[in-house]
């Protein structure tokens, strides 16, 4: 059985979520992932903004605003009055649900209830449209079986148990519908697994029920070898491996989540990216395999934070790296790259949310400098294979661009390299114009 995910924009209309019943209706049997349709989420976190901060006069005018949005769009949806119904009465339920935390305190745990309504809602209201058109369709609820432990990471076993029980003891189906994003915690209360993380929730299905491939299908024809918003003559590349699709998703690429290949690669399950609006395009294939050596694809990952620490501390001793390091580990802030000399050491950093408080701790050990509003930009593809001095040629390209920081060797499927945000268009275009266009 395969897996499908469709994004908030591929069920963003009415004209969308039929385009998406006719794409999986093919007769074989499939699990559908989907998103909440498209500006919703950010709808849903405006309205626990304003009931965190006690403004609950704005939640409930946005909450009428989206319920009237709603209710608009089951009408047009449907074209029986019995499914008409239905959906109303999915929107009753749910919106009441949002309701109920306009009154009395407000927590974490109402947010993340009320975010994930989105999913729900969009779920319940195409299941029904799967069913009035006749296709034999089964909602199953995410959070029957998706769910994270202590350290907000997926409980894979417990979603294999769980899944194949629940598939088990389901009634047969050709298509099987769930909720990306949302999961429950290890306190049983309801979570998600962070912005993106639909695609997330799609690749772990697929391990969990062995699928034969994961579709994400998205509004872009796969991964392109660069950013078509800054980047003219883009196009796509055709095959990654596991490597450099994780590469690229981490460093930028907005078209994947950037956890959603593991659970893929350990299960060796082939990942297709692909277009709702052009579904005859074959789009991005993800395998173990690699299409060859060279340069596949450049991304830019922006809002990264830089830290210089020099110390003649680390002059020909031991165990400075490891007091600084941990620093960042009791900070729970992620390193992205890092560089080195005898006497220096520089990192660069994406979540800033303890930047005085590490840069306060480093300073016993000596000189910090921090430079802020940098992006990493990374060169994927097989670069260990690559011929005639691939850094030579990186280098070359960006010979007009101050380079703060590059990263090589620490791994066979990328070069790092560090530059102002400022900087971000004149790099990658001219990598583009140097390495990619020439390939």
């Not at 480093?362 to 930009?377: C, F, L």
């Amino acid at each position: 059985m395969k897996v499908f995910k469709f994004g908030g924009t591929s069920v963003g209309s009415i004209a969308n979520m039929h385009v998406v019943m006719d794409i999986i209706t093919n007769g074989e049997q499939k699990l559908v992932v989907l998103s909440a349709m498209s500006g919703t989420t950010n709808n849903l976190v405006e309205i626990s903004d304003y009931l965190s901060k006690k403004n609950k006069e704005s939640a409930l005018g946005l909450i009428s605003r989206l319920e009237k949005k709603y209710y608009n769009l089951v009408y047009d949806l449907y074209s029986s009055n019995e499914a008409r119904e239905k959906g109303k009465k999915i929107l009753e339920e749910r919106f009441e649900v949002i309701k109920s935390f306009t009154s009395g305190p407000f927590s974490e745990i109402g947010e993340r209830t009320i975010v994930a309504q989105g999913e729900l809602i969009s779920t319940a209201l195409f299941t029904l449209l799967m069913q009035e058109n006749g296709h034999k369709t089964v909602l199953l609820p995410a959070l029957d079986f998706m769910k994270i432990d202590g350290d907000k990471a997926p409980d894979s076993r417990y979603i294999k148990e769980k899944l194949n029980a629940i598939l088990k003891n389901s009634p047969k189906a050709d298509y099987y519908i769930t909720q990306g994003f949302i999961c429950r915690n290890d306190n049983d209360e309801i979570d998600n697994l962070q912005r993106g993380g639909s695609d997330y929730t799609a690749t772990l299905i697929g391990a969990a029920i062995n699928s034969e491939e994961v579709e994400i299908w998205t509004d872009i024809d796969g991964f392109h070898n660069n950013d078509p918003r800054f980047v003219e003559n883009t196009r796509r590349v055709d095959r990654l491996s596991f490597g450099e699709a994780a590469e690229l998703a981490y460093f930028g690429a907005k078209i994947l989540h950037p956890q959603t290949v593991l659970p893929a690669k350990v299960n060796n399950i082939p990942v297709r990216l692909k277009n709702t609006m052009n579904p005859s395009d074959p789009g991005t294939l993800i395998t173990s395999e690699s299409s060859g050596k060279g340069i596949k694809a450049v991304a830019a990952k922006d809002g990264i934070t830089a830290i210089r620490i020099r110390s003649g501390r680390m002059l020909n001793a031991y165990g400075f790296m490891k007091s600084v390091f941990e620093i960042f580990e009791y900070f729970k802030t992620p390193i992205d790259m890092i560089a080195t000399s005898e006497v220096a050491v520089s990192v660069t950093i994406d979540n800033p949310k303890h930047l005085d408080d590490i840069v306060n701790e480093i300073k016993e050990y000596g000189k910090v400098v921090v430079d802020k509003h940098q992006t990493i930009v990374c060169i994927v593809g097989d670069v260990i294979a690559e011929e005639n001095g691939l850094a030579a040629k990186v280098f070359m390209a960006l010979e007009d661009i101050p380079i703060r920081m590059i990263s090589y060797g620490g791994s066979r499927h990328n070069i790092s390299i560090l530059v102002d945000e400022k900087d971000k268009k004149a790099t990658l275009q001219a990598l583009s114009n140097r390495l990619l266009n020439n390939n």
